[in-house]
């Protein structure tokens, strides 16, 4: 029944384009699955295993940056350069990990805000590499046919389905890991590290390894993103505020949920975009109004309330 | 050496209102335990607090001060109670996750009301430095540093000689035995933060003519104040005022002697490594 449900769930949004062909709309759709997708990936780390990040945008952006420039110098097209963009951001993960992962709790989460600022500023100054300041820009994108029809990239349907597989590939990605060893693992270091260490859980290696999973997931958003939007500087995928959307899109979706990011990002990212299409500036208030909604009155999360009162009411 | 003792002087002036704004922070966690990631924006509102009052009313920021700091105190105090008491038993992670979104809600509400211009004061005195033996001192940073240091100073004094301040250190110390000593610990709370914020807007006022003003200057600056505190040891006044002067000397010879665009990334990898290695602060007196 509850795999029916989200098969069902996935099918109508697959026909969306079809039902409604405002390209706002579908410009909303695609910001709501990227925001998703990142949503899921700070899930894995804050949720699962517990560990607040607030520099999950180095990951977003150095993914970016990868695609980009293997597009841009070597021409690797961006459907391989999202895939080796979230590699990259696995890769920088690694050491961020065994520096952070010494600390615990508000520790940790001021000690990768520091770190993803270090990267943030490495890619505005290393200008040989990134464009500094001036940014990264695609003008053509490279021809592809499908199905004996050549894409049209200036229309936004391909990339509707195309970050629509990805989604679905973190939203899949998630459920798997709440099933497996590594998501036993987490979910006991989030309970209680002590413990966890002591009955002999290598708590170290797991959170590196659910920081590989989440980089990856962030790294292949911030590919997309850059891919989709054909433009990046480092402010539009190193900020801080990037990585506080993500934290904000997991919590008020509902942490350790797997359909919790894609909730909190229908939800808060809705509101913004259509907030964003009428004042220009300052949609991130709701983000910051919800947060706090959500910590003072439902701290579960929108999906987790939900799950509750189901549970309670069967 | 002139550039040296230049640089010197630059960073102790900047350092001192870091310092200003790191001991906001720090007594807020030292007696709650809240890392506060909105305290980067009561800065910010002291800066447009300074600019509306000198465009409007030609009022000076040096004079303004003494409007905005009651204010501020008293806004702190009111955000205390009606939005952040029943957040604290939650736990660190939630207090920091909650003022995290108070921060996004008043960097946004700044950007709707006053847009995202760069904004800056020009002061009629500020155009020509003093030039005390060949160094070259801007006027309201000189006149900055002095009230950073008074307020720094006033501040000590309070918790150190009066029976207030002697209370809400005993409350920093130990929450239950100051209760049990009689002390209103609830109003303590209070108190702390309104004086943290206080603290913050008040040194948000005396920046306001030497730095640029736009609504999402509080993210820069709420990481440097936790460079700051962490630098000092996270709870102690003392450690705060010493952190905000290092990281201001630090920031101003790194821009002389490593490189401008990598200045800020100094005060974050120093930051990392105090974390590291010496978490109670590189004086060993904070609480981890």
């Known amino acids: 029944m509850k795999k029916l449900l989200v098969v069902a769930a996935f099918f109508v949004l697959a026909l969306a384009p079809w039902m409604v062909r405002d390209p706002f709309f579908i410009h909303l759709m695609i910001e709501v699955l990227v925001w998703t997708v990142l949503g899921a990936s700070w899930n894995i780390l804050g949720g699962f295993a517990g560990q607040v990040s607030f520099g999950h945008a180095a990951f977003m952006g150095t993914g970016a940056y990868t695609t980009m420039i293997l597009y841009l110098d070597l021409g690797v097209p961006p459907w391989y350069g999202i895939l080796l963009g979230g590699l990259a951001a696995s890769l920088i993960s690694l050491p961020i990990g065994f520096i952070c992962f010494r600390l615990r709790g508000p520790y940790f989460a001021l000690s990768t805000l520091a770190v993803a600022e270090i990267i943030r500023l490495v890619a505005l100054n290393w200008e040989s590499l990134t464009a500094g300041p001036v940014g990264l820009l695609i003008t053509t994108l490279p021809p592809v046919t499908f199905r004996g029809e050549s894409l049209n990239w200036e229309s936004k349907i391909p990339f509707f389905y195309i970050v629509l597989v990805i989604a679905m590939g973190a939203l899949g990605a998630t459920q798997f890991l709440a099933r497996s060893r590594l998501g036993a693992y987490l979910l006991a270091l989030r309970d209680d590290i002590d413990s966890a260490e002591a009955i002999g859980i290598n708590t170290v290696q797991a959170r590196v390894a659910g920081l590989f999973l989440s980089a990856f997931l962030a790294g292949v958003a911030g590919g997309f993103y850059a891919w989709y939007l054909r433009y990046i500087d480092p402010d539009s995928v190193f900020s801080i505020a990037l990585s506080v959307e993500m934290v904000f899109i997991a919590v008020v979706g509902g942490l350790t949920t797997v359909a919790g990011p894609l909730v909190g990002a229908v939800f808060l990212v809705s509101v913004a975009e259509t907030f964003r299409e009428h004042f220009l500036v300052g949609h991130l208030i709701f983000y910051g109004l919800f947060m706090m909604i959500a910590i003072r009155f439902m701290p579960e999360g929108i999906w987790g309330r939900l799950r509750l009162k189901r549970r309670i009411g069967s | ?288």
Request: one cysteine or more.
């Open chain 2, 1 to 288: 050496m002139e550039t040296f003792v230049q640089s010197l002087v630059n960073g102790v002036l900047t350092g001192s209102l870091y310092a200003m704004i790191g001991v906001g922070l720090t007594i807020i966690f030292g007696v709650m335990r809240i890392i506060n990631m909105a305290h980067g924006d009561m800065v910010m509102l002291g800066m447009y607090g300074a600019f509306w009052a000198f465009t409007l009313w030609r009022i000076d920021p040096f004079l303004s001060i003494v409007v905005w700091v009651p204010a501020a105190f008293l806004g702190g105090m009111i955000v205390f109670r009606f939005l952040l008491k029943k957040i604290v038993p939650a736990g660190e992670l939630n207090t920091l996750l909650y003022t995290a979104g108070l921060s996004l809600f008043l960097a946004n509400l700044a950007l709707l009301t006053w847009s995202g211009d760069y904004r800056t004061i020009k002061l009629p005195y500020a155009l020509m430095p003093l030039r005390p033996m060949g160094i070259a001192v801007p006027i309201p940073l000189a006149v900055a540093f002095g009230m950073a240091i008074l307020i720094t100073a006033l501040l000590y004094w309070f918790l150190s000689r009066t029976p207030t301040g002697r209370a809400l250190r005993a409350t920093a110390q130990e929450p239950e035995a100051a209760a049990l000593m009689g002390i209103n610990v609830g109003y303590m709370n209070v108190l702390t933060f309104g004086l943290g914020t206080a603290l913050a807007c008040g040194a948000g006022v005396l920046l306001a003519p030497s730095l640029y003003l736009y609504p999402t200057v509080g993210q820069i600056l709420v990481a440097k104040c936790f460079v700051i505190v962490v630098l000092g040891g996270l709870g102690s006044v003392p450690g705060a005022i010493a952190g905000g002067i290092l990281l201001g000397v630090v920031e101003s010879f790194g821009a002389v002697y490593v490189s401008v665009p990598y200045k800020d990334a100094i005060g974050f990898i120093i930051f990392l490594l105090v974390l590291l290695f010496k978490p109670s602060g590189l004086f060993g007196v904070g609480k981890s």
